[in-house]
């Protein structure tokens, strides 16, 4: 059988703000600019360092500002955080970050537990985010949570999703990510969401955000490939949630993807045997195990 599959694929390590957001430890400063350093010598191009939301919601992303202030920057590397609202953008911009993400949910229930604001409120508040961002040079992208299902109102039709799309695209946002929140996401929805929205919006980059609380998470990764999306998020170690979903699991393990990538072929730019290292001292810094098949698999090939 001949795989349609890309030359190589592009993966944004999201763990140190997606991942940590839903750790009960709290790490400092300087292990989190530890763990982004050591994420950027395993070959990340592109890395989430956190985000500028509410402190009283999430707690664990109340030091962004440090953390951004305190990394050594590297030519190349793509440094952005996650932003709900205006003033999160003014945050980003005095951190001397110039990559923001903007970040709304095609669930109306969601939205309203995650933001306090609906979907097309959110939308309509972008656009003096988009305004700042421009105004001050920062670059744009933007993420439809739940955009494959719902924890609260279950399957979420894409219509919902197309329509926060156009929204994007009227203010002139044109990379966006579909993202899994809750893992409801199946392979042949994907493979059907990909080929038709990329049909129908040629000008957008599109990239996909899987958690693997359903144990789909790669195979969903599998179907976006085959129908030609090249960009992806994952956290180091398999961390991460959302506190506004509940029993969603964490995101696809950087280490794990990576391996897949490397038995069919694909290019990742990343080095394994570094994120293998990475994802131990993860694993140590939160003091558990977490959702990593690699990492599973070298814990068992010690004892054994």
Request: with cysteine.
């Amino acid at each position: 059988m001949t795989l349609n599959l890309p030359r190589g694929i592009v993966i944004c390590e999201v763990g140190p703000r997606d991942g940590l957001q839903n750790e009960s430890v709290q790490l400092s400063v300087a292990d989190k600019v530890a763990l982004i350093d050591m994420a950027i010598a395993a070959g990340a191009r592109r890395i989430e360092i956190g985000s500028f939301v509410s402190v009283k919601a999430v707690p664990s992303m109340a030091d962004t500002d440090e953390v951004a202030l305190r990394l050594s920057r590297r030519e190349g590397v793509e440094y952005r955080v996650l932003v709900a609202n205006l003033a999160g953008l003014k945050r980003s911009e005095a951190a001397g970050i110039d990559k923001v993400k903007l970040t709304v949910s095609a669930s109306e229930t969601h939205a309203l537990k995650n933001l306090g604001r609906t979907p097309a409120k959110v939308m309509q508040d972008f656009a003096e985010c988009v305004a700042f961002a421009r105004a001050h040079n920062m670059a744009v992208a933007g993420a439809i949570s739940t955009a494959f299902g719902c924890p609260y109102e279950g399957q979420v039709a894409l219509e919902k999703v197309r329509s926060l799309i156009e929204s994007f695209l009227a203010l002139d946002v044109t990379e966006l990510s579909l993202s899994d929140t809750a893992g409801v996401a199946n392979p042949r929805q994907v493979y059907d969401y990909c080929t038709t929205l990329q049909a129908e919006y040629p000008a957008v980059q599109w990239t996909l955000h899987f958690h693997d609380t359903r144990g789909l998470g790669l195979a969903n990764v599998l179907a976006g490939m085959l129908a030609g999306v090249v960009h992806y998020d994952a956290a180091f170690a398999g961390l991460g949630g959302c506190p506004f979903a509940p029993g969603a699991t964490g995101n696809i393990a950087t280490e794990d993807l990576v391996h897949m990538a490397e038995a069919l072929q694909v290019e990742t730019g990343f080095d394994l045997t570094k994120l293998l290292v990475l994802g131990r001292r993860v694993q140590e810094l939160v003091g558990r195990i977490t959702d990593s098949a690699l990492l599973r698999v070298e814990r068992r090939d010690e004892t054994q």
